[in-house]
C-alpha cells in the first residue's frame, strides 16, 4: 500500500497527520509512506523529530491566497503553478494509491495533482468549521472527508463524510496524572492551572497570566505556564521578578516537549482554542477556559462555542481577559462540584480512536 501525506502551515496540521502516519505503521505492514511538504515550512522539522518512519520526505512550492496582499497573491500563484508541475512530477513517480491532507497551503497543488491524475483524496478537516483551503478542496477534489465531529458535514453537501474523531499523538494518549505531577515537579496537595497559547504563543494571554499570576499563588495555586518562544525573554523577565515563593509554584516554560504529562497533570486549562482542543482535553477530562484567536476566520470561537455548550468548558473574549480572565479562574477552582461537572462533561466527549479510524479509512480507499 502507497499513501502519500501532505500537511503544513503550522502544527494543527502537521501533528494530526503524524499522528495518522504512526497508526498506519501500526497497523499495516506492506507499506510506504511519503510525506510532502511546503518549501520552507515548519514540517520538516516536525517531521524529522517524530517517530514515525517516513520512505521518502519531498518538498514543493506553495503559498497563501487568502488573507494577504494583492501582490503576494500573485507571488503564491506562481508558487503553486510551479508546485503542481513539482507535485505531478512526484505522483508519476511514487505512484500512490491515495493522497491524505490535513491542512496547509502545500495541500493545494498537491491535490490538483493527484486529481488530475486520478489518484483518490481523503481530506481531514480537524476543526469544526473548515479552513478555506480545506473547504474548497473537499468540495472539488476529495473522495472522502474525515471530520472530527459530525457537526463538520453541514460545511460539504453532498460529499462522503466519516466522523472518525481526532487522531491523537501517542505521547497525548498515554500520559498519566501521577507521571505528569512527577515529571513536572508540582505539588498534589495544590490546584494545578495549565496556561497554554500554542506552540506560537498567545501575547494577550501571557500578557494576562503575567499579571494575575501573583494572586493565583496567592490562593494556593501553583501555575505551568507555556508560554512559546515569541514572548519568552518577556515572560523570564517577569517571572524573575516574583518572590521565591512565588516562583517555587510557577514554572514557565516556552516549550514542552510532551505536553500530554502537562495536561494530564492540570485541574485546569486556559488556551486558545485550536482543533486539537477537542480531543485533547476530552481525553485527560480537562475542564478549560477557552480565549479564541480574534484576528482570524472564527473556527476557534466555533470550536470554542462547541465546548461550552456541551458543558465542558468556559469561553473569555481576548478584549476581556483582564477583566474576566482572573474571576473566571477563581471561580472555577472555588466551585469544585462545577469543575468536577466540567470534567465530567469533556469525559463524555472522549475518542481515543481518531488516529486509527482515519487509517482505516485511508487503507479502505486505497483498496479501491
Given amino acids: 500500500m502507497r499513501i502519500m501525506i501532505s500537511a503544513g502551515g503550522t502544527g494543527g496540521g502537521v ?75 512526484l505522483v508519476i513517480r511514487l505512484r500512490p494509491q491515495v493522497l491524505f491532507l490535513t491542512g496547509g497551503w502545500v495541500g493545494f497543488p498537491v491535490a490538483v495533482a493527484c486529481w488530475l491524475l486520478r489518484r483518490p483524496i481523503v481530506i481531514y478537516v480537524p476543526d469544526i ?26 460545511f460539504f453537501p453532498g460529499k462522503r463524510v466519516v466522523e472518525t474523531g481526532y487522531p491523537l499523538r501517542p505521547e497525548i494518549l498515554q500520559a498519566r496524572r501521577e507521571d505528569g505531577l512527577r515529571a513536572l515537579g508540582l505539588d498534589p496537595q495544590r490546584q494545578t492551572l495549565l496556561v497554554f497559547g500554542g506552540s506560537r504563543g498567545s501575547r494577550s494571554i501571557n500578557t494576562a497570566m503575567a499579571r494575575i499570576a501573583p494572586a493565583l499563588l496567592a490562593d494556593d495555586v501553583q501555575i505551568v505556564h507555556i508560554t512559546g518562544r515569541l514572548d519568552w525573554e518577556g515572560v523570564q523577565a517577569q517571572h524573575a521578578a516574583l518572590s521565591d515563593a512565588e516562583k517555587a509554584h510557577y514554572q514557565i516554560h516556552a516549550f514542552l ?23 485533547e482535553y476530552p481525553q485527560h477530562e480537562l475542564p478549560a477556559i477557552l480565549v479564541p484567536y480574534p484576528y482570524a476566520w472564527r473556527y476557534q470561537k466555533v470550536n470554542a462555542d462547541w465546548l461550552v455548550t456541551r458543558g465542558a468548558a468556559l469561553q473569555v473574549d481576548d478584549q476581556r481577559l483582564d477583566e474576566d480572565l482572573l474571576p473566571a479562574i477563581r471561580s472555577l477552582f472555588g466551585q469544585p462540584e462545577r469543575l468536577q461537572a466540567m470534567r465530567a462533561a469533556m469525559a463524555a466527549l472522549k475518542r481515543p480512536d481518531g488516529a486509527e479510524n482515519i487509517a482505516r479509512l485511508l487503507a479502505e480507499t486505497a483498496a479501491r
Wanted: cysteine-free; glycine content about 8%.
Fill in 129 to 154: 468549521e473548515p479552513g478555506l483551503t480545506l473547504k474548497l478542496l473537499g468540495r472539488f477534489f476529495a473522495h472522502s472527508i474525515a471530520v472530527t465531529v459530525a457537526d463538520t458535514r453541514a
Fill in 257 to 279: 516537549p510532551d505536553i500530554g504529562q502537562a495536561f494530564a497533570a492540570a485541574d485546569l486549562v486556559v488556551s486558545r482554542a485550536g482543533a486539537a482542543t477537542l480531543a
Fill in 15 to 89: 501533528y494530526p497527520a503524524l499522528a495518522v502516519a504512526g497508526a498506519l505503521r501500526r497497523l499495516y505492514e506492506d507499506l510506504s509512506l511519503t510525506f510532502v511538504g511546503a518549501r520552507g515550512d515548519m514540517a520538516r522539522d516536525l517531521v524529522r523529530r517524530a517517530d514515525v518512519r517516513f520512505d521518502s520526505y519531498h518538498e514543493v512550492l506553495a503559498g497563501p491566497m487568502h488573507g494577504v496582499p494583492r501582490t503576494q497573491q500573485l507571488i503564491s500563484a506562481l508558487k503553486i503553478l510551479v508546485g503542481i508541475v513539482q507535485s505531478l512530477a
